[in-house]
C-alpha cells in the first residue's frame, strides 16, 4: 500500500503542532527546507523540526532543498529526521556520496531527490545507498503547483532503476498530488506519495489521506 506523506509546507504556521496532528493517519511527515540559494524560497529549519519531534511519533520526512546538504546533514539527523533526501544537483557528486554515507551512517534513511529536468540517470551512480528516491513533480521551491505530465513515466524509470540494483528503495512523489495524480503516480510505481495544499485543505483530511492510498 502506498505511504502517504502530509507536507507542513502548506499547513497554518500559527498552530503547526494542532496541524501536525491533524494528519497523524498519515505515514510520514514531509519536512521541506529551503535555503533561498538552491531553490528562490526560504521555509524553516533545524529549530523548527526540534520542536514538531515530540509532537508526533509520526517518521519525518526531511527533503532538504539547499545547496551543498553535506554541512547540514548530521544535524537534522540528530535532531529528529528519519529519512534525509538530498538533491543530485546540490553539490558535487563525492559530496553528494558523502552526504548520503552520514546519513547512512546515523541510522537514518537517505533519499535522493532530482528536478524536473534532471533525468532519473542521474542517480545511478549513488543508487547502492539509497532509500528513497523522490521524483518532483513541479519545479522545487514553492507549494501548490501542478503536476508535471511527464511526472509518470520518470516514476517508472526510477521504480525501474530501483529493481535493477536490487535496492528495497522507496519511490517518493512531490508536488501536485491530488485524487487524480495520486492514481497516475501509484500506477507507476511510486510508494511515496506527498501532498500539501489538497490535505491541508481537505474538509476532512483523514479521509483525503485514506482516498490518496487508493483504498
Known amino acids: 500500500m502506498v505511504k502517504i506523506a502530509p507536507s507542513i509546507l502548506s499547513a497554518d504556521f500559527t498552530r ?18 529551503m535555503d533561498g540559494v538552491f531553490v528562490p524560497n526560504i521555509s524553516y529549519g533545524l529549530p523548527v523540526l526540534k520542536a514538531l519531534r515530540p509532537v508526533t511519533a509520526l517518521p519525518m ?6 545547496t551543498k546538504p553535506l554541512r547540514f546533514v548530521e544535524r537534522f539527523c540528530d535532531l529528529g529526521a528519519d529519512v534525509v ?4 544537483e546540490a553539490d558535487e557528486p563525492d559530496k553528494i556520496r558523502e552526504a548520503l554515507l552520514r546519513i547512512r551512517a546515523r541510522g537514518k534513511k537517505a533519499g535522493l531527490s532530482v528536478k524536473p ?16 528516491l523522490l521524483i518532483m513533480a513541479v519545479e522545487p521551491g514553492f507549494g501548490g503547483q501542478s503536476f508535471m505530465a511527464d511526472a509518470p513515466e520518470k516514476i517508472a524509470q526510477a521504480a525501474a532503476l530501483v529493481r535493477r540494483v536490487g535496492r528495497d528503495c522507496d519511490i517518493e512523489v512531490d508536488g501536485g498530488i491530488n485524487r487524480e495524480t495520486a492514481r ?4 507507476a510505481g511510486a510508494t511515496v506519495l506527498v501532498a500539501g495544499s489538497h490535505i491541508f485543505k481537505a474538509p476532512d483530511r483523514a479521509e483525503e489521506i485514506r482516498i490518496l492510498r487508493g483504498i
Open 61 to 66: 520526512d526531511v527533503h532538504l532543498m539547499i
Open 85 to 88: 533526501t538530498v538533491h543530485v
Open 184 to 187: 497516475l503516480c501509484r500506477e
Open 16 to 33: 503547526l503542532g494542532l496541524e501536525v496532528e491533524s494528519v497523524k493517519s498519515g505515514d510520514l511527515i514531509h519536512f521541506d527546507v
Open 117 to 132: 529536468a534532471t533525468p532519473v540517470s542521474a542517480c545511478q551512480p549513488f543508487a547502492e545507498l539509497l532509500d528513497n
